[in-house]
């Protein structure tokens, strides 16, 4: 079955630096790749996805890029912001199974 | 609502107690998931449900545990005989079908078994 591995598990960020969480998955026929944030107490809350027919999407400071070749999908975060401070989840399903596999989660910690 | 909703949000329960969680999605959703999240760690699936076809239960983690949707809406998760590692929060979500729509994650019942 599908397998995702999700790196770093915390990362740390001055307030206004950029932070990158990178994804790799197992299964080839997986074409649906969210990204979830979860703040504490919360449940995950989606905050950008793309799918296997498109190398990059983006969403205002928000950015998912997907290299099917390599298996591998990216979140970028730029200008960083103090509320920007969650656990994020990546995720990978093929289409029609609808059955997300998530990451492990990486705690982002934005310092002012 | 506009949301998916989950009840309780928080229950305390004492070993060897059985517990019901209920979800109840998005209107019109057809597709319903039941995930565990222990603390610290991942999303772990449990079950999923896909209108009147038969729930993929190949993530539920053993036969204490059991899942029904009725009506197409409303769902229960079964918990018998809890156990200590059974603690985590249980998280639902809804999506419109199975066709790679945006799954929307409730805000999880908290269930500590002490």
């Known amino acids: 079955g599908e397998n995702v591995e999700q790196h770093p598990s915390t990362l740390s960020v001055q307030e206004g630096d950029s932070a990158v969480i990178k994804c790799t998955y197992s299964?080839?026929?997986?074409?649906?790749f969210p990204w979830y944030k979860q703040e504490l107490g919360k449940g995950p809350q989606l905050i950008i996805d793309?799918?296997?027919?498109?190398g990059e999407k983006k969403d205002q400071r928000i950015a998912v890029t997907l290299n099917k070749t390599a298996k591998h999908f990216s979140l970028h975060i730029t200008e960083t912001q103090p509320e920007d401070s969650a656990v994020y989840f990546c995720?990978?399903?093929?289409?029609?199974?609808?059955?997300?596999?998530f990451g492990q989660g990486t705690r982002l910690t934005i310092n002012p | 609502g506009a949301g998916v909703s989950q009840s309780p949000s928080n229950k305390v329960t004492e070993k060897g107690k059985d517990v019901e969680l209920r979800c109840d999605p998005i209107s019109g959703h057809t597709a319903l998931y039941w995930y565990r999240q222990s603390l610290g760690q991942g999303l772990e699936f449990l079950i999923y449900?896909?209108?009147?076809?038969?729930?993929?239960k190949s993530g539920l983690p053993s036969d204490r545990f059991s899942a029904e949707r009725t009506g197409g809406s409303v769902s229960t998760l079964t918990i018998q005989r809890t156990q200590q590692e059974d603690s985590a929060v249980y998280l639902c979500?809804?999506?419109?079908?199975?066709?790679?729509?945006?799954?929307?994650f409730g805000e999880g019942s908290w269930l500590t078994v002490v």
């Open positions: 449900f896909q209108g009147n076809s038969a729930p993929d």
């Open positions: 793309i799918r296997s027919n498109v």
């Open positions: 979500a809804s999506s419109r079908s199975n066709s790679g729509n945006t799954i929307y």
């Open positions: 299964d080839s026929a997986s074409n649906y």
């Open positions: 995720a990978a399903s093929i289409q029609g199974a609808q059955k997300l596999v």
